[in-house]
């Protein structure tokens, strides 16, 4: 039996959760898996319940669990507190303890929704892109950072500061994800930085050269982020691994997910050194505007639960049964709101979800 221990936050969080399991409680019944979750409270759900967003219990049983399946954190009516107790605040630093430096954000886009795609047909086609972004470090987590006070020009002022710092040590072991990555793939890894300017960019790729000499069979090129901001939605196809920092993953991961039709549609998995346990979530937010209505897309967080099947547990024929399923589901019509085009079937969420549920079967 494995344990699975389910982090409950914010907004539309409960309803893409329950999606996620039961499409794997339909694929435990057809590959005689067992699962057992466990639920926690986290972000704002957590700050009701017990005045923090992230209680010591839910450190506790993440940590004691095989794996781990987070929905999303985070509301407005959150803004106004201080930034140790925002919801936020839970999820850099379950990723903290978790010790989860790696986080892989696949851009793969499933030919039924190149029309939900905002980039033309010929242009976001065969996208197919794997995103390896550093999760513990970069301004996310640098110190010195914080809100003081300086004079200047005699007045005085407020200065806010963060600190992007990355040492080798950090770097050596994200970069040696990505080629393993790159090796399953088209064998190419394209570190993005902002080596023209940043010094930490320098290092960062000082050091992914000297790992690359151990990985002769991949291809290793370099861009700058604004560049490839631009390259992302003009030829998105030149793209194999993408591997970058925290604040850099974060924005081209948002960016590159429309591509693909919707934020709705893309998972991650996060992984450690093995020590501790990998925990998976969908790329989008809480999204409290649309919670509660039945009509969000719960496809990233049930990709997110094929991502658990394939990366902690080894499954991976379970891992692709959900995939196809998903594409049986987009090739039969059957659309969320999010991606839904003029003639497609609208769908809610648990229904959409019923419909792949029942696609579930033996590869
Ligand atoms: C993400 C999110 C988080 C991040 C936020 C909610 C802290 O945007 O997982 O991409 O910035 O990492
Ligand atoms: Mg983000």
């Known amino acids: 039996m494995k344990n699975i221990a389910v982090l409950e936050g914010d907004g539309i969080s409960d309803e893409v959760l329950s999606s996620a399991i039961k499409v ?3 694929v435990s019944k057809t590959y005689n898996l067992d699962f057992k979750y466990n639920y926690y409270p986290i972000g704002g759900r957590a700050y009701e319940l017990s005045g923090v967003p992230l209680p010591d219990n839910t450190v506790q049983g993440a940590l004691e669990s095989d794996a781990v399946l987070l929905g999303a ?3 407005w009516k959150y803004d106004s507190l201080e930034p140790h107790l925002r919801p936020e605040k839970a999820l850099l630093g379950i990723r903290k303890k978790l010790n989860l430096f790696a986080n892989l954000r696949p851009v793969k886009i499933f030919d039924e929704l190149l029309f939900s795609s905002p980039l033309k047909e010929e242009i976001a086609k065969n996208t197919d892109i794997m995103i390896v972004r550093e999760l513990t470090g970069d301004v996310y987590f640098g110190e010195p950072r914080g809100i003081t006070t300086e004079v200047i020009e005699g007045k005085k002022v407020r200065v806010g500061f963060n600190n992007m710092i990355y040492n080798e040590l950090e770097i050596e072991r994200i970069a040696h994800v990505a080629f393993k990555s790159a090796l399953k793939r088209r064998k190419k890894v394209c570190l993005v930085d902002k080596a023209n300017v940043l010094d930490v960019s320098r290092l960062f790729r000082e050091v ?3 790992v690359s000499k151990q990985y002769k069979d991949v291809e290793l090129s370099f861009m700058y982020v604004d560049n490839c901001a ?7 196809r030149q793209f194999d691994v993408i591997l ?3 604040i850099f993953g974060d924005i081209l991961s948002d960016e590159a997910s429309t591509i693909c039709g919707s934020l709705g549609m893309l998972p991650s998995a996060s992984l450690s050194d093995s020590k501790t346990p990998f925990m998976y979530e969908p790329i989008h937010g809480s999204a409290p505007d649309i919670a509660g209505k039945n009509i969000v897309n719960p496809i990233a967080a049930i990709l997110s639960g094929a991502m658990m099947l394939e990366y902690s547990f080894n499954q991976t024929k379970a891992s692709q049964s959900i995939y196809n399923a998903v594409k049986e589901v987009l090739k039969e019509g059957y659309r ?3 991606i839904y085009q003029q003639n497609d079937k609208l769908v809610s969420t648990t229904q959409i979800t019923d419909l792949i549920v029942n696609r579930i079967k033996v590869e």
Do not use: F, H, I, R
């Not at 631009?230 to 998105?236: A, D, E, G, I």
């Open 73 to 75: 954190v985070g509301d």
């Open 336 to 338: 969320t709101k999010d």
């Open 230 to 236: 631009m390259q992302l939605v003009s030829n998105p």
């Open 208 to 210: 992914t050269l000297e």
């Open 24 to 26: 794997l409680d339909s």
């Open 244 to 246: 970058t920092g925290n």
